[in-house]
């Protein structure tokens, strides 16, 4: 991994990312893996170095060489100077220039004049050899792959997931979907609001993530839970995922937690970093469940495995927050279903679209703790039913959601583009 892009090592595919490597964005590492294995070469350009503690193991499988821009502008002026006299230099360039002064009119921030400073080296350091830009998130990572693209002439394409649907300005979406060759999305209520802003000839284009299932392999046979939560010595294993933010719900499912019955016996353990963690643990020690609340922060996915295989239910009570920010399809969520998992969870965005209630999971109204409370007991003293719903999740992940049916649009969707920007 290296701050400058080296001459020798370019490939024509570039994909860029807001941060590389990511433990929450194990999605993405996923698809790239597969990009390779069907044959792609591309750089990986980021526009953050990684602060995770830890790496997910997909990570050591890529090939593809990493490059960081510079994160903050004065940090590397040089690299950011060549970039303008380049741009300057080139004929056409003002009308790109007018096009982020139009931007930064509309949103004037110090994150918009650090995204074009980043496309400025981008476009300097791949002239010679960009074909395609290919972007994860529609907003910053976007805005660097659009300047840049245009500062160059050539195409580019997004992925957009979440966050970056919903809080990114809609004219903004408008004119980055107006510049773009085509936009792949994971959830059917994100294709369709993208849809309405894109125009009528730009594809929008539904992918689901889906999962390695290699990497989730069936549990043993044995799977089938007897815990009831009548047993102060065995008590019932719940679990969440996810990082400690707003749009998680976590609160409120510390608050459903807390109501719970006294002779219902249990305890819950969260996985995940996130601002909030320290607020949470508070709220659980404010509430008397701390002795029955772990907060392990980010862990390796191997032992996240092993805490699904030792879980009885999983929750994840997840929200629109007040930015408008909200999950797609968790991805945690069909990683705990491939592991005979019961899910309890909320009917926002793309969880629907997993999740049929009463079928195989529960859903309840975000920030409903009562409703979220009776969900939790009635699956936790209910073992039938929380076993028949586990089956039926996972023989549904299995069958509907293996990354390996999705890749290959993805894959043709960048053959063609990269193809037809060759002629």
């Not at 294709?191 to 000839?201: M, N, V």
């Not at 969260?270 to 607020?279: C, E, S, T, V």
């Not at 399809?329 to 705990?336: F, G, K, S």
């Amino acid at each position: 991994m290296t701050d400058r892009m080296s001459r020798e090592q370019k490939n024509q595919l570039v994909l860029i990312l807001k941060g590389y490597p990511r433990l929450s964005e194990t999605f993405i590492a996923q698809e790239i893996l597969e990009l390779e294995r069907a044959g792609l070469k591309l750089d990986i350009v980021s526009l953050r170095h990684p602060t995770d503690k830890h790496r997910h193991p997909i990570h050591d499988e890529i090939s593809a060489p990493v490059y960081y821009l510079p994160e903050y502008l004065h940090q590397e002026p040089v690299r950011v100077l060549a970039g303008l006299k380049y741009a300057l230099g080139l004929s056409g360039v003002w009308q790109v220039f007018s096009i982020f002064f139009k931007d930064l009119f509309r949103d004037f921030t110090v994150n918009r004049i650090r995204r074009f400073g980043q496309a400025l080296v981008l476009a300097n350091e791949y002239r010679e050899d960009a074909k395609l830009f290919y972007v994860h998130f529609l907003h910053t990572p976007g805005s660097v792959a659009r300047y840049a693209a245009l500062i160059l002439g050539c195409p580019y394409s997004v992925s957009a997931h979440a966050k970056d649907i919903w809080t990114t300005p809609e004219w903004e979406i408008r004119e980055k979907l107006a510049d773009c060759e085509w936009c792949v999305t994971c959830t059917k209520g994100g294709r369709d609001h993208l849809a309405e802003l894109a125009p009528g000839d730009k594809p929008v284009k539904l992918v689901y993530h889906g999962i390695d299932l290699t990497r989730f392999p069936p549990p043993a046979s044995d799977r089938t839970q007897s815990r009831t939560g009548s047993d102060p010595d065995n008590p019932i294993q719940l679990l969440t995922v996810g990082r400690a933010v707003e749009k998680k719900g976590i609160d409120a499912l510390l608050d459903a937690l807390a109501a719970l019955p006294e002779n219902l016996r249990w305890n819950w353990s969260h996985i995940g970093g996130g601002p909030l963690k320290a607020r949470l643990e508070e709220q659980a020690a404010q509430l008397g469940i701390a002795d029955r609340c772990q907060f392990l922060g980010a862990l390796p996915q191997a032992t996240v495995l092993e805490t699904y295989l030792k879980s009885d239910l999983f929750v994840l009570p997840s929200r629109i927050d007040p930015t408008g920010d909200r999950d797609g399809l968790p991805n945690v969520i069909i990683e705990a279903q491939s592991q005979g998992l019961a899910v309890i969870s909320t009917n926002i965005s793309g969880i629907p679209e997993l999740l049929d209630d009463g079928k195989n999971g529960i859903l309840v109204e975000p920030d409903d703790t009562l409703a979220l409370a009776a969900a939790i007991e009635q699956l936790c003293r209910d073992t039938g039913l929380r076993n028949q719903m586990g089956s039926a999740g996972e023989a549904r992940v299995r069958s509907e959601f293996d990354h390996l049916n999705t890749i290959g649009s993805i894959v043709s969707l960048l053959t063609h583009t990269m193809e037809e920007a060759r002629k």
